[in-house]
């Protein structure tokens, strides 16, 4: 019997999921003053973390401080959540220094959860939609698996696993989300009848053990820093470390289990068809791919406070659960560990993110826009800045405003979205500090003078906020400027300074700044011999101290910046006829044709588009008079 489809309320903005993706989606839409409401298969699964309760990482802490100097929530929640804080990359420059902290999982769904129930113009709905309406060529409504019909101007898929999602545990296959949730089985041939290619890519999680069968006195703690940052430029209370992770190895035995069962592996016996992501492999593929190695690296890392869950980071698998019991006992501190949920492996439906434009806008039908996983990516931070930039650009839209493109020369998330909207990606795309190009005046550390004038500008990071980001790059200016202009006359405490760094001593006066520019010394260090130093926040000596360390190879960057700006100036017509340009190959016709590229810079990073194709197509450019922009 057909269900009876009825009408169930008027809204501007319709999200599909309430992961990472769909938080920041429906969170900064009604913000925005957008009615927006927000669908979840289960509203326990808001802001779940089936795989790693943690949040940043290499790479993915850069997005969280950008996305929170955008007026973002992920950062707040995550320092009022996390329970274990760790700087990594401490041993290497200031590029790639990346906070990751571990998170109460169940805490930090909670917070979430209330913070949309409390949002004004949003609504939390459980509810699995299974039809995107159009009308007119643009989306007009969603209907639910019950047949209630919600009529909206604007879509967010932000469906993460579930769309089409099967989870495998060896020969045990079924329909299925993470964390046995009911999969979105219905939507997926919707959108393909919508018109949207999809691809199917696959991700996996470790199993979960019981802390009290560990021993934990074979194994390494690994305790979080003190004191701990946070997340949040505007968080000021004082974070506490509430918990400690471990370190363990797998052996010789361990990889023999592995090896004798690879018949068994849904992954080398052609069970799984969906493509998985090179740099975060399951540990049978680590086994066979790295075949020289005598162990790898297992962390035991908590899932909460009041619960004696671990997860097993570095123990993905979708090997039969019986397998996974012999290699876990295998290892030593679990030769007795109690497995709580088993390892799997998840595939789903993700649209080919070649389709949509850089405000992650379908180009083929408008209003819907898509975010997270089902753009491609993974990761809980990839997430995120892709809701809230699909959120932020569907609000902008509907009130006729400029839309938010943040650009590869702006930070991590403006390479996030070129990368995938530019390149496409065939497996699911991962944020490093090595995707751009730009890192040492891409950092963490500086987020908030390069993100929040685009929050400030749309509206979700208020005046009195960006007032307090400009003051203080004005007194990190001013300190640089001192530390210049102050200098040292040669005496005994220089001299002891510079012996007990293994530097030559100075025989005539010397400035702070150079000081400063060599490479073992810092602010703490002449502290003592800068009695006049007025008093500044960490965070302001902080970037004064790093712009005068690496001056010339930030200068050096801004010319590299300077450049792209200029290529991404030359806007490209939309209705530009690649077939008929002369001096283009066939390959870059049809690549240009299939991303149409935004402007010329863009045009560039297109994979099969050469210089002589970049050069041929700004010839074309300057011949119509168009020129920069």
Same mark, same amino acid.
């Given at each position: 019997?057909?269900?009876?489809?009825?009408?169930?309320?008027?809204?501007?903005?319709?999200?599909?999921?309430?992961?990472?993706?769909?938080?920041?989606a429906a969170l900064a839409a009604a913000r925005l003053g957008m009615k927006t409401i927000c669908f979840t298969i289960n509203l326990d699964a808001v802001g779940n973390m089936p795989c790693n309760p943690?949040?940043?990482?290499?790479?993915?802490?850069?997005?969280?401080?950008?996305?929170?100097?955008?007026?973002?929530?992920?950062?707040?929640?995550?320092?009022?959540?996390?329970?274990?804080?760790?700087?990594?990359?401490?041993?290497?420059?200031?590029?790639?220094?990346?906070?990751?902290a571990q998170a109460d999982r169940r805490e930090y769904q909670s917070i979430m959860k209330h913070t949309l129930e409390r949002q004004e113009n949003l609504a939390l709905r459980q509810a699995e939609i299974v039809d995107i309406g159009v009308a007119d060529g643009i989306v007009a409504y969603v209907e639910t698996q019950t047949g209630a019909v919600f009529s909206c101007r604007a879509v967010i898929v932000c469906t993460g696993t579930y769309l089409s999602g099967r989870t495998i545990v060896g020969e045990a296959i079924r329909e299925g989300g993470p964390d046995g949730m009911f999969a979105a089985t219905v939507l997926g041939g919707r959108l393909r009848a919508?018109?949207?290619?999809?691809?199917?890519?696959?991700?996996?999680?470790?199993?979960?053990?019981?802390?009290?069968?560990?021993?934990?006195?074979?194994?390494?703690?690994?305790?979080?820093?003190?004191?701990?940052?946070?997340?949040?430029?505007?968080?000021?209370?004082?974070?506490?470390?509430?918990?400690?992770?471990?370190?363990?190895?797998?052996?010789?035995?361990?990889?023999?289990?592995?090896?004798?069962?690879?018949?068994?592996?849904?992954?080398?016996?052609?069970?799984?068809?969906?493509?998985g992501a090179r740099y975060c492999p399951s540990f049978e593929d680590k086994v066979v791919r790295f075949a020289d190695k005598k162990r790898h690296q297992l962390f035991i890392e908590p899932m909460g406070l009041n619960t004696e869950e671990l997860y097993l980071q570095g123990f993905s698998s979708s090997m039969p659960e019986e397998v996974q019991h012999k290699m876990i006992h295998s290892v030593e501190g679990l030769e007795r560990a109690e497995i709580m949920r088993p390892a799997y492996a998840?595939?789903?439906?993700?649209?080919?993110?070649?389709?949509?434009?850089?405000?992650?806008?379908?180009?083929?039908?408008?209003?819907?826009?898509?975010?997270?996983?089902?753009?491609?990516s993974s990761g809980y931070e990839e997430a995120a800045v892709q809701g809230y930039?699909?959120?932020?650009?569907?609000?902008l839209k509907l009130k006729g405003e400029e839309p938010?493109?943040?650009?590869?020369?702006?930070?991590y998330i403006g390479a996030l979205i070129d990368d995938l909207v530019t390149k496409g990606t065939d497996e699911p795309y991962r944020m490093m500090t090595s995707r751009t190009e730009y890192r040492l005046l891409h950092r963490q550390d500086n987020a908030d003078i390069r993100m929040s004038h685009f929050g400030n500008r749309v509206g979700l990071v208020s005046d009195e906020r960006h007032r307090r980001v400009l003051e203080?790059?004005?007194?990190?200016?001013?300190?640089?400027?001192?530390?210049?202009?102050?200098?040292?006359?040669?005496?005994?405490?220089?001299?002891?300074?510079?012996e007990s760094h293994c530097m030559p001593e100075v025989k005539t006066g010397v400035s702070l700044a150079s000081l400063l520019r060599r490479p073992r010394l810092y602010y703490g260090d002449i502290a003592s011999l800068d009695i006049h130093a007025p008093h500044l926040p960490d965070a302001v000596r902080e970037?004064? @101290?790093?712009? *005068?360390?690496? &001056?010339?190879?930030?200068?050096?960057?801004? /010319?590299? %910046?300077?450049?792209? $700006? +200029?290529? @991404?100036?030359? *806007?490209?017509? &939309?209705?530009?006829?690649?077939?008929?340009? /002369?001096? %283009?190959?066939?390959? $870059? +016709?049809?690549?240009?044709?299939a991303v149409r590229p935004r402007n010329l810079g863009q045009a560039t990073r297109i994979p099969g588009v050469s210089p002589a194709d970049a050069a041929a197509l700004m010839l074309f450019l300057k011949m119509k008079g168009i020129s920069l922009c």
């Open positions: 019997m057909s269900i009876m489809s009825f009408e169930a309320g008027q809204f501007d903005i319709a999200v599909i999921g309430a992961g990472h993706a769909g938080i920041e943690s949040i940043g990482g290499t790479g993915k802490g850069h997005l969280v401080r950008e996305l929170d100097a955008l007026g973002g929530e992920m950062a707040r929640c995550a320092d009022r959540a996390c329970i274990q804080f760790r700087m990594l990359n401490r041993g290497k420059g200031p590029a790639v220094h990346s906070l990751r919508l018109g949207l290619r999809l691809q199917r890519f696959k991700t996996g999680t470790p199993p979960r053990i019981n802390a009290r069968s560990v021993d934990f006195s074979k194994m390494e703690q690994q305790p979080g820093d003190e004191p701990p940052q946070p997340f949040s430029f505007e968080t000021t209370k004082v974070l506490v470390n509430r918990a400690s992770c471990w370190l363990t190895y797998s052996n010789e035995r361990t990889h023999s289990i592995v090896r004798e069962n690879l018949h068994r592996s849904p992954m080398y016996s052609g069970v799984i068809n969906g493509t998840i595939e789903y439906d993700c649209v080919d993110p070649l389709e949509l434009l850089p405000t992650l806008e379908s180009k083929k039908l408008p209003g819907l826009y898509g975010a997270g996983q089902f753009c491609g930039v699909a959120g932020v650009n569907a609000a938010l493109v943040i650009r590869r020369s702006d930070g203080k790059y004005e007194l990190a200016s001013s300190e640089i400027r001192r530390l210049e202009t102050t200098f040292l006359p040669p005496s005994d405490g220089l001299s002891k300074l510079l970037q004064a @101290e790093i712009s *005068i360390k690496y &001056e010339g190879y930030i200068e050096r960057q801004k /010319r590299q %910046l300077e450049e792209l $700006a +200029r290529m @991404e100036e030359y *806007i490209i017509p &939309e209705n530009i006829d690649y077939a008929s340009l /002369r001096g %283009l190959r066939i390959e $870059a +016709r049809q690549k240009l044709a």
